[in-house]
């Protein structure tokens, strides 16, 4: 006999579990046997939300400007205290996009080869800066831009 697993793998849905489960962590006993005030108040929770997570909250309806609302989905298994994991597995199914979402890798300045990085990556790491390079073509003017900046932004322990 062939089984064939719906269980999400290690990094599949990083997003979804972990905004789950500190949205379940909010929630007091008396709070979590009513799916409405659930509802209520991930909406709330969804307020103070950026990135990755705020687009979460869109795809499930929790923003005002979301598009469509699967709320339910996220309350009832809450309500029924099911681990943030089982409920990720249940919204991948009514929503694929929902585990398309990733956190993007911390790259480590004081270890990482700036060479063997993709401009893209380079570009990223002065947009996390919020600084510029203005006038860089090549990759080797990131490369140099970042040098330049780098005792700014990091700190070396002893």
């Not at 990094?11 to 709070?31: G, I």
């Amino acid at each position: 006999a062939c089984t064939t697993s719906l269980a999400l793998k290690e990094d599949e849905c990083e997003v979804c579990v972990k905004t789950v489960q500190r949205f379940a962590d909010t929630l007091t006993d008396d709070l979590k046997k009513d799916t409405k005030k659930i509802e209520e108040k991930f909406k709330e929770f969804c307020k103070g939300q950026k990135n990755k997570e705020q687009r979460f909250c869109y795809y499930l309806g929790g923003l005002e400007e979301s598009a469509t609302g699967i709320l339910g989905e996220l309350s009832k298994p809450l309500s029924w205290s099911m681990p943030a994991d089982k409920i990720c597995e249940k919204l991948k199914k009514k929503d694929a996009q929902i585990c398309d979402l990733r956190y993007e890798k911390q790259i480590d300045l004081n270890s990482v080869d700036l060479k063997k990085l993709k401009v893209r990556d380079l570009k990223k790491i002065l947009s996390d800066w919020d600084e510029n390079c203005d006038g860089c073509l090549e990759k080797t003017d990131y490369i140099k831009r970042i040098e330049e900046l780098k005792p700014q932004y990091t700190k070396t322990e002893l």
